[in-house]
C-alpha cells in the first residue's frame, strides 16, 4: 500500500470516499496546500498584519471550505465529482468566515449588542460548523453538542441544579460565534496555534520516508524475539504516533508494513489488528504531541508546555510497557516465534541510507527541551532543517558538484535576508496601500536569525551523509525528496487535521454553553453530591479519607468511556477537561494529574467497539472483523487501564513531587511490574497458564502497586515472587513431560 493508498483509505474511514477527477483534485489540494503554508507561515513569522482572532477565523473557515470539497454528505456515496450544493455550501462558509473578520471589531460587537444581520449570519456559522463536524467526526459529537444547545434552551424548566434562566437566542449566537469562550475559544485556539504545526510536522517527516525507517529499525531491533513483529509494531507505531497526532494514520502507515508480517509468524489476524490498534492509540501519549491534547492542556492548565511533556513521559512509556508485556506474555502462550534476520533490513544500511531523518527530531528536542523555545518556533525551525536535509541528501548523492553550487546559491540568498527583509516589507506596504488590502505593513515578515542556521546546518548534515556513504562505499540511495514530495505533505497535513479542526469548533460550543449557563460552577456539586449518596451507602471500612475522590474517578473512568466510544481522542480531552477535570482539582488531585487522568482513559476509550476508527483501518488491512479486531486492540490496551489510578494516587511517576530520586525509581519499578501482572492477569498466562487462584493472586498483587505504600508494595512484591517461582516450577515440571 503505497502512500496515496494509506491517504485514500484514512479518507474513507473518516467519511470520504470521493475519487475526483484530475482538476477538481488540484483545485482541493491547492487549497489543502494553502492552508498548511499559511499555518508554516505563521510559526515561523508572526501574524501577516492580522489579528489573532482572525488568524481563527482563517484556520477554522479554510478547514470548513475543504470539509465540504471533500466529505460527501454521507458515506458510501461513492461519488465522482463535487455536487453544486457542497460548492455552496463551501462559499457560503468562506462569506461566513470574511463577514466575522469584518465584524469582529465593531462597535455592535464589542459592546455585546449584535444586530439582527449579526445574529442571522452567527447562527448560520454554528450551523454551518456543526454540518462539518457531523461529516468529518461523526454523529456522536453532534448529538452532544445539540443535546448542551437544547440544555441551553430548556434551562428554565429543568429542577434542582440544573436549572437556568440564560436561554436567550441572542445571548447564544453572541457568547458562541462573537466571543472568545465558544467556537473560538481555547480549543479552537490550540488547534489553529500550536496542534495544526505539529501534524505539518509529521506529515512531513512521513513524506520524507522516516515512517518506513523508525518500522525497519524496530523490526531489526525487536524482530528476532518472540513475537518479534508484533513487539517491533508497538515500538515503531510509538516513534511514530509520539510525532503523528493521528491514531488512525498511525495505524494505517505502521500497520501496512507490520501486520503481514505478525501474520506470517503466526499471530491470528484479528490478534494482528488489535496490537497495532494499542500501538497506535497509545502514541496518543507519548510527548512531544501527544494526539494534540499536549497543547491543548497548556491552554486549559496554564501550564507551560515542557512541564507538561515532562509529566506525561514515564506514564507513556509504562503504558507501551504494559502493551509490550501483552504481546510477550502472547507470544509466549502460543510459542510465536520472530523472522529470520536474512529477512530484515540492515540497522547499518537504514542508518546510512536514512539516517539523516532523525536529525530533525533530534533538533526539535532540542528547541523545546533544551532552549524553552516557543512550541510554534520549535516545529519551524524543525520542519526548515528537515526539508534542507531530506532535499540535499538525495541531490548530493546524484551530482555532488553541481548540489553543492545550488547549496551555497541557498546560503547566500538566505543570509542575505536579513538585510533584504526590510525591502521586501516596504515593497508589500507599498503593495498593500495601492490595493487599500490591510493585510501587510512595514514589519509584516519578521525575519528569524536561527532560519540560516537551520539550512547551513541541514546542508552540512546531508554533505555529511553522502561523503560518509563514498567514503564507506555503501551504495545506499537516500530517500527521493523534491518539490513534489513535499507539496504532497503538505496536502496531507491539512486532511489530516480536518477533523482535529471541526471537532476543537464544536467542542467550543458545548463549552460555551457549559460557561454561558452556569453549568460549570456547578457541576461539582453534582457530583460531590452523588459521591457522598454512594459513599453513605458503603460499610465503615471501606471509608478513607479519600474514599469520595475514589468515587469520582471512578465516575470519571465511566464517563470517558462512555464519551470516547464515540468522539475522536482530542474533542473526548476538550469535552472531559472541561467538564471533569474541574471536579477532580476541587477534590484535591493536582490539575496536571486531573488533565492527565481524563486524557488516558479518553484515549483508551478510542480503543472501545463498536466506533472505533483505528481498527476499522487495521481490521481492513488484516482482513479481519473489525470488531473483533478492536477488542483485541482494547485488551491490548488494557494494561494501561490502572495506570491512571496510579499516577493519581502516587503522583511521584508525573515528576511533580519534591520525591528523592531513590522514590521516583522505586514508583516507577512498582508501577511497570504492577502492569506486568495485570497484563499477566488479562492474558491468564505468565510462563505458563494461570489456575484460577494464580490468576486471582495475579490482579490482587496489580492492584496492591496502585497505592505506593511500604506494606503494599511489600506484600506486594512478596505475592509477585511467590507467584513468578510457581510459575517456573510448572513450566519446568511440564518441559519433561512435553519432551
Request: some cysteine; overall charge positive; charged content about 15%.
Amino acid at each position: 500500500m503505497d502512500a496515496k493508498e494509506q491517504q485514500k483509505l484514512i479518507q474513507e474511514l473518516e467519511g470520504s470516499d470521493r475519487d475526483l477527477g484530475k482538476k477538481l483534485t488540484i483545485l482541493v489540494s491547492s487549497l489543502s496546500i494553502l492552508l498548511a503554508v499559511f499555518h508554516l507561515y505563521v510559526a515561523g513569522f508572526g501574524l501577516p498584519g492580522i489579528g489573532s482572532k482572525t488568524f481563527l477565523i482563517i484556520h477554522l473557515t479554510l478547514a470548513i471550505v475543504l470539509v465540504f470539497l471533500i466529505f460527501p454528505i454521507k458515506k458510501g456515496t461513492s461519488q465522482k465529482t463535487i455536487p453544486i450544493y457542497d460548492f455552496i455550501l463551501a462559499a457560503i462558509s468562506l462569506l461566513l468566515g470574511i463577514y466575522l473578520i469584518q465584524r469582529q471589531d465593531a462597535p455592535e460587537i464589542m459592546s455585546a449588542r449584535p444586530t439582527d444581520l449579526d445574529l442571522i449570519m452567527g447562527a448560520l456559522f454554528i450551523v454551518i460548523v456543526i454540518e462539518a463536524t457531523r461529516r468529518v467526526v461523526g454523529l456522536p459529537l453532534v448529538i452532544i453538542a445539540l443535546i448542551g444547545i437544547g440544555y441551553f434552551f430548556a434551562g428554565e424548566f429543568l429542577p434542582g441544579q440544573f436549572y437556568h434562566n440564560r436561554g436567550d437566542f441572542s445571548r447564544f449566537v453572541y457568547e458562541i460565534t462573537y466571543r472568545s469562550n465558544g467556537i473560538f475559544g481555547t480549543p479552537i485556539y490550540a488547534s489553529a496555534q500550536f496542534v495544526f504545526i505539529f501534524i505539518l510536522f509529521g506529515a512531513i517527516l512521513e513524506s520524507t520516508g522516516a515512517g518506513k525507517m523508525f518500522i525497519d529499525l524496530a523490526i531489526r531491533g525487536f524482530g528476532k524475539y518472540k513475537g518479534g513483529p508484533a513487539k517491533a509494531s508497538v515500538v515503531a507505531s510509538g516513534m511514530m504516533g509520539s510525532i503523528s497526532g493521528s491514531s488512525t494514520a498511525n495505524a494505517v502507515t505502521t500497520g501496512t508494513f507490520t501486520i503481514p508480517l505478525m501474520k506470517k509468524v503466526g499471530f491470528p489476524p484479528h490478534v494482528a489488528g488489535g496490537v497495532e490498534v494499542a500501538a497506535s492509540s497509545s502514541g496518543q501519549f507519548l510527548p512531544p504531541v501527544m494526539g494534540a491534547a499536549a497543547f491543548i492542556m497548556v491552554e486549559f492548565t496554564g501550564i507551560p508546555y515542557f512541564e507538561i511533556i515532562k509529566s506525561a513521559l514515564i506514564p507513556a512509556l509504562l503504558a507501551y510497557v504494559g502493551i509490550l508485556f501483552m504481546v510477550h506474555f502472547e507470544a509466549n502462550k502460543h510459542n510465536i516465534s520472530g523472522i529470520d534476520r536474512s529477512e530484515m533490513t540492515s540497522a547499518r544500511k537504514l542508518l546510512l541510507s536514512q539516517g539523516y531523518l532523525i536529525v530533525p527530531i533530534l533538533i526539535l528536542l532540542y528547541f523545546l527541551v533544551v532552549e524553552r523555545a516557543s512550541v510554534n518556533a520549535s516545529a519551524f525551525y524543525s520542519i526548515i532543517a528537515m526539508i534542507i536535509i531530506a532535499f540535499f541528501a538525495y541531490r548530493f548523492k546524484e551530482s555532488m558538484g553541481r548540489t553543492i553550487i545550488f547549496a551555497a546559491i541557498l546560503l547566500a540568498l538566505t543570509f542575505s535576508m536579513q538585510y533584504l527583509i526590510v525591502f521586501v516589507n516596504q515593497g508589500l506596504s507599498v503593495f498593500d496601500n495601492a490595493l487599500g488590502l490591510g493585510l501587510f505593513n512595514a514589519e509584516t515578515i519578521r525575519w528569524r536569525s536561527p532560519i540560516f542556521t537551520m539550512v547551513l546546518g541541514g546542508i552540512i548534515v546531508a554533505l555529511l551523509f553522502a561523503i560518509f556513504q563514498k567514503m564507506t562505499k555503501r551504495d545506499v540511495a537516500p530517500q527521493k525528496y523534491g518539490f513534489k514530495q513535499l507539496l504532497e505533505g503538505f496536502d496531507k497535513a491539512s486532511r489530516n487535521a480536518l477533523s482535529i479542526v471541526v471537532a476543537c469548533a464544536t467542542a467550543g460550543i458545548l463549552i460555551g454553553v457549559i460557561t454561558t449557563s452556569g453549568l460549570s460552577t456547578k457541576f461539582t456539586r453534582i457530583v460531590i453530591n452523588f459521591s457522598d449518596t454512594l459513599e453513605s451507602t458503603l460499610p465503615n471500612f471501606m471509608i478513607t479519607d479519600n474514599t469520595q475522590l475514589y468515587i469520582a474517578l471512578i465516575l470519571t473512568v465511566f464517563a470517558c468511556l462512555l464519551l470516547g466510544m464515540g468522539l475522536p481522542t482530542t474533542a473526548t480531552y476538550v469535552v472531559l477537561a472541561a467538564v471533569i477535570a474541574p471536579v477532580l482539582t476541587n477534590l484535591g488531585l493536582p490539575i496536571i494529574v486531573a488533565h492527565l487522568f481524563v486524557l488516558y482513559y479518553g484515549v483508551l476509550a478510542d480503543d472501545t467497539p463498536p466506533i472505533n476508527l483505528p481498527a476499522y483501518a487495521t481490521a481492513g488491512i488484516a482482513k479481519a472483523g473489525p470488531i473483533r479486531t478492536g477488542v483485541q486492540g482494547f485488551k491490548y490496551d488494557s494494561a494501561a487501564l490502572l495506570l491512571p489510578f496510579m499516577f493519581a494516587i502516587n503522583p511521584t511517576i508525573l515528576l511533580i513531587t519534591d520525591a528523592s530520586a531513590m522514590e521516583m525509581i522505586w514508583a516507577i519499578i512498582t508501577a511497570a511490574v504492577g502492569m506486568a501482572m495485570f497484563a499477566s492477569f488479562i492474558q491468564n498466562f505468565m510462563f505458563v497458564k494461570y489456575n484460577i487462584a494464580e490468576r486471582i493472586i495475579a490482579v490482587i498483587t496489580a492492584l496492591l502497586f496502585i497505592q505506593s505504600d511500604l506494606i503494599t508494595d511489600s506484600i506486594g512484591f512478596g505475592l509477585f515472587i511467590l507467584l513468578v517461582l510457581y510459575q517456573l516450577y510448572k513450566k519446568k515440571k511440564r518441559e519433561p513431560a512435553a519432551a
